[in-house]
């Protein structure tokens, strides 16, 4: 959820790198010497001996805390650390996961190797880029987790890439996201199921569409799928946008946005801050059709009531832009090897099944399911009779993120070209 962003699943947003964050970037590059790798890890060697070690260690979890379902999972695994692996678990709630970043770029500017504030970090894409680029992580760490071989990483290429980049072992995946549409089906009988479908409905039902100010992650994303849909060159996303002629690219991008915007929710001058919120709108009757990049979400909302019984998911015809979401641990983590132990306990087919269910969160597991044993497989299970819930096969067309230089380029167009307005 990069990210799941992810992000951002995490999620959704959860790993939003802003405009000012990437010149911080670059002006901290210039005056850090970032070429010389980094230390060997302090841990020891051996599974065992890490527990071990870790035992009585604290985990400052730097998480996004926009949701609340996200949070409860999130103080259930700190239970289940504490109780069986003697870890405490803090989460340190984030509005935007850059924060989180600034700081460790901070610590590595004060010749902080040792001591970081930050053990363990929720991000994806452009986060989890510009952290690469600058030797801001520890790792390569997945092959020293048990459980990252229940990913079976070698048939699940996604579960080893973020935004197009190999991640190399710097980041541990613990869900899924992809965009997914919702409506409800008291209100829209025939949804749109392409973009282009989309701007003519929102022109026949003005107000009753809408999605979140940038750089949320949620609509970040949403600029991407509608690039995608329109763009003639979808492999120049794959690619840096330095390489690429972005105006050229990206002008089917805003003829669309600066048709659709006078038909959304507001008429374009406001915008939702996040996903949940447009969630609520949703629930609030304000809107009838809606989008997150949590595909359990509508179905975990309306079994808590949040959204009506009525209420349907749906991709896109040609799909859905996707990823999966990680975590990774700061090279100056000081607790490294709890930091091991939880992202461990994260792929593990408890706290994956806890994970997907709808009561709980609903964030789909990034483990092989199939080849796990009888009884892991048991936990997983099947939410097929909610209507608001996607069959599984539904989510096959997963499109694959740009380059992560783009959802930044993005946003800053669409602040410089919108936030005035």
Same mark, same amino acid.
């Given at each position: 959820?990069?990210?799941?962003?992810?992000?951002?699943?995490?999620?959704?947003?959860? &790993?939003?790198?802003?405009?000012?964050?990437?010149?911080?970037?670059?002006?901290?590059?210039?005056?850090?010497?970032?070429?010389?790798?980094?230390?060997?890890? =302090?841990?020891?060697?051996?599974?065992?001996?890490?527990?071990?070690? @870790?035992?009585?260690?604290?985990?400052?979890?730097?998480?996004?805390?926009?949701?609340?379902?996200?949070?409860?999972?999130?103080?259930?695994?700190?239970?289940?650390?504490?109780?069986?692996?003697?870890?405490?678990?803090?989460?340190?709630?984030?509005?935007?996961?850059?924060?989180?970043?600034?700081?460790?770029?901070?610590?590595?500017?004060?010749?902080?190797?040792?001591?970081?504030?930050?053990?363990?970090?929720? !991000?994806? /894409?452009?986060?989890?880029?510009?952290?690469?680029?600058?030797?801001? !992580?520890?790792?390569?760490?997945?092959?020293?987790?048990?459980?990252?071989?229940?990913?079976?990483?070698?048939?699940?290429?996604?579960?080893?890439?973020?935004?197009?980049?190999?991640?190399?072992?710097?980041?541990? +995946?613990?869900?899924?996201?992809?965009?997914?549409?919702?409506?409800?089906?008291?209100?829209?009988?025939?949804?749109?199921?392409?973009?282009? *479908?989309?701007?003519?409905?929102?022109?026949?039902?003005?107000?009753?569409?809408?999605?979140?100010?940038?750089?949320?992650?949620?609509?970040?994303? #949403?600029?991407?799928?509608?690039?995608?849909?329109?763009?003639?060159?979808?492999?120049?996303?794959?690619?840096?946008?330095? %390489?690429?002629?972005?105006?050229?690219?990206?002008?089917? !991008?805003?003829?669309?946005?600066?048709?659709?915007?006078?038909?959304?929710?507001?008429?374009?001058?406001?915008?939702?801050?996040?996903? =949940?919120?447009?969630?609520?709108?949703?629930?609030?009757?304000?809107?009838?059709?809606? #989008?997150?990049?949590?595909?359990?979400?509508?179905?975990?909302?309306?079994?808590?009531?949040?959204?009506?019984? &009525?209420?349907?998911?749906?991709? $896109?015809? /040609?799909?859905?832009?996707?990823?999966?979401?990680?975590?990774?641990?700061? #090279?100056?983590? =000081?607790?490294?090897?709890?930091?091991?132990?939880?992202?461990?306990?994260?792929?593990?087919?408890?706290?994956? *099944?806890?994970? %997907?269910?709808?009561?709980?969160?609903?964030?789909?597991?990034?483990?092989?399911?199939?080849?796990?044993?009888?009884?892991?497989?048991?936990? #997983?299970?099947?939410?097929?009779?909610? +209507?608001?819930? $996607?069959?599984?096969?539904?989510?096959?067309?997963?499109?694959?993120?740009?380059?992560?230089?783009?959802?930044?380029?993005?946003?800053?167009?669409?602040?410089?070209?919108?936030? @005035? %307005?």
């Amino acid at each position: 959820m990069a990210g799941t962003k992810t992000e951002e699943n995490p999620i959704e947003t959860r &790993s939003v790198l802003g405009m000012h964050l990437a010149k911080t970037l670059v002006g901290l590059a210039l005056g850090l010497a970032l070429t010389t790798p980094l230390a060997a890890s =302090p841990v020891p060697d051996g599974w065992q001996a890490i527990r071990e070690q @870790a035992r009585g260690q604290t985990v400052y979890w730097n998480a996004w805390a926009g949701d609340t379902r996200i949070n409860g999972y999130i103080a259930w695994v700190g239970q289940q650390m504490a109780e069986t692996h003697g870890v405490e678990v803090v989460h340190v709630k984030l509005d935007d996961t850059s924060t989180a970043i600034s700081r460790v770029i901070a610590e590595k500017a004060a010749d902080n190797q040792d001591d970081g504030s930050i053990d363990l970090v929720w !991000l994806n /894409g452009e986060n989890f880029a510009a952290m690469r680029e600058h030797e801001l !992580l520890y790792g390569p760490f997945t092959d020293t987790l048990p459980n990252f071989a229940l990913t079976r990483p070698a048939d699940n290429p996604e579960v080893a890439t973020d935004f197009t980049l190999p991640t190399d072992g710097f980041e541990s +995946p613990w869900g899924k996201a992809q965009i997914t549409f919702y409506h409800d089906a008291q209100e829209v009988e025939s949804p749109p199921t392409s973009i282009e *479908a989309l701007l003519d409905w929102a022109e026949a039902h003005p107000g009753r569409f809408s999605y979140p100010r940038i750089p949320d992650f949620t609509g970040s994303t #949403f600029l991407k799928q509608v690039l995608i849909a329109l763009t003639d060159d979808r492999q120049a996303l794959d690619a840096p946008v330095a %390489q690429s002629d972005f105006d050229r690219l990206t002008a089917p !991008l805003w003829d669309y946005l600066d048709a659709l915007h006078p038909h959304l929710w507001r008429s374009g001058r406001q915008f939702p801050d996040s996903g =949940p919120e447009l969630r609520s709108l949703m629930g609030a009757g304000e809107l009838s059709l809606a #989008f997150t990049f949590q595909p359990s979400e509508p179905a975990a909302a309306v079994a808590d009531f949040e959204l009506p019984p &009525s209420t349907r998911s749906y991709v $896109l015809d /040609g799909g859905t832009l996707g990823n999966v979401h990680f975590v990774a641990i700061p #090279f100056n983590s =000081p607790h490294k090897a709890a930091a091991l132990v939880l992202a461990n306990f994260l792929l593990s087919p408890e706290a994956q *099944a806890h994970k %997907q269910d709808l009561s709980v969160w609903g964030d789909r597991t990034v483990l092989d399911v199939a080849h796990l044993d009888e009884a892991s497989r048991r936990r #997983f299970s099947d939410e097929a009779d909610n +209507p608001a819930m $996607l069959a599984p096969e539904a989510l096959s067309q997963t499109l694959p993120e740009p380059h992560p230089s783009w959802m930044t380029a993005l946003q800053a167009a669409w602040q410089t070209r919108y936030t @005035a %307005q």
